[in-house]
DNA sequence: ATCGTTGTTGACCGCTTGGTAACAAGCTAT
DNA sequence: ATAGCTTGTTACCAAGCGGTCAACAACGAT
């Protein structure tokens, strides 16, 4: 396209600023990189991105060395500072229900996560065996499923997870929250498919529906985990 | 998988056939394809398609007149004739208990569908904005979340969804247990991380929780259907 | 053998791709 | 101004891409 589309009949065409500082265009590229990879998936074409930029891709490589380069830039810039500290402490305050302590957490995390870039960007580089989902995932088990599995014990009077080590359908369960909050993101941004408008009251029904439903899978595991534990002396 | 491999080592290696029939040649690149794109994603090159077949990328031309069309048949050999026909029946044999119907059914989906071929052309394609993943969606909409909904309505003796239609809560809640489903294969298949060693195990704790979890879901939900309803008098 | 048929090849075309280098256009200080 | 640094563009490269085509190699029938 025509770089410099300055319509050449205006006398003074406001003179839309064309050089930048550095660190401001730097800031730039990798926002709308960011955008433009999750649209086009990360083998989208460098010229196409500047395009869109208003600059020639060649610009873009003053700023990055390689396309490398500014995809790493591009997950740092997504990936990084979006998970708050104070959740992993919100699950365990037993000051409050548990029930509400996850639909908070849910709440809050679902206003960070539901996101276009967030959510593609994260499913491309996981088809392409990029490591940033499997760590992702380690990092929800930890902060997120083995707590609420934890609270859940405590709540239904059960041994905590130091006595009797959590169980693959404890943990399971509690993962099935986890998917169906992400599968809603999964049908919005990856299939296209509308969600349901009132998302709270998704979110908190899917939360009681949990807790409501996996009580029995909590006290058959365990019991059955004694079981096995007492069998060994 | 290399068909042609005859280490230049042998004198008489069996000779292994380079010139096939063409309905079979065809066929063979077909099942490659597939296999071809769920690693490499749609823009994998026919070049190396080809070279995992052991011919030459022109070969492929002869048999499929653009690299479009090749998808269009990987599409087809993958995703028709994967859905059988008695599941739609299955759920709602009530001569059979609502759990082992819906277990039943999701035990001999995920065979059918944990399948990397599967699950990652679905992503991929989904993800350039294909109409597959939608379509797809609005048959399990139809032929699955509906009628297991109808299914509960019955079991729990509510009014059936022909006289109080179904609401957003109630499909929302059957999507939870379809979607913990799918994000186990997801899981699996696109981020490369395990998943319960015991499937049937999971899905049963899965079905149950979903039955037990939203029974209030389907109560309130219908109930304050009602209630708007008379309320139109 | 010889012929036509058919599967396969290798060289080639035009376009796109990430990446480079030389040069032009702004800004700022003197 | 103009020197000097910074920012951006033009023009280019080499490799890779989907797709084409003429020639060739393997078969079956005669």
Redesign the interface.
């Known amino acids: 396209m025509t770089p410099t589309a300055d319509c050449p009949g205006h006398p003074t065409p406001a003179k839309a600023r064309r050089r930048l500082p550095a660190a401001e265009r730097e800031r730039q590229i990798v926002e709308a990189a960011a955008q433009f990879f999750a649209e086009h ?1 990360l ?1 989208g074409q460098t010229r196409e991105l500047a395009k869109e930029l208003g600059i020639t891709h060649s610009a873009i490589f003053r700023y990055f060395p390689t396309k490398e380069a500014l995809l790493d830039r591009v997950y740092e810039h997504v990936y990084v500072k979006r998970w708050n500290p104070a959740w992993t402490g919100l699950v365990c305050d037993r000051s409050q229900p548990l029930s509400s302590r996850i639909v908070r957490f849910y709440a809050e995390y679902t206003e960070q996560i539901f996101d276009f870039v967030w959510v ?1 960007i994260f ?2 580089s ?4 990029y490591d940033i ?2 760590r992702y ?1 380690a990092t929800i088990r930890e902060r997120v499923i083995h707590p609420i599995c934890a609270e859940v014990r405590a709540d239904l009077g059960l041994p905590d997870p130091e006595t009797i080590p959590l169980t ?2 404890e943990i ?2 509690a ?2 929250m986890h ?2 909050v ?3 993101a ?2 919005k941004f ?4 509308p969600i ?3 998302l709270s ?2 979110i908190s ?2 939360v ?10 909590f006290l058959e595991s365990v019991s059955s985990a004694e079981f096995r534990k007492n069998k060994q002396y």
């Open positions: 998936g083998g593609r499913v491309f996981g088809l392409k065996g989902a499997p995932l693959e359908r399971e369960a993962w099935a998917g169906k992400f599968y809603l999964i049908r990856v299939y296209g498919w349901p408008h009132n009251q998704t029904d899917d009681t529906s949990f807790l409501e439903g996996s009580r029995f899978i």
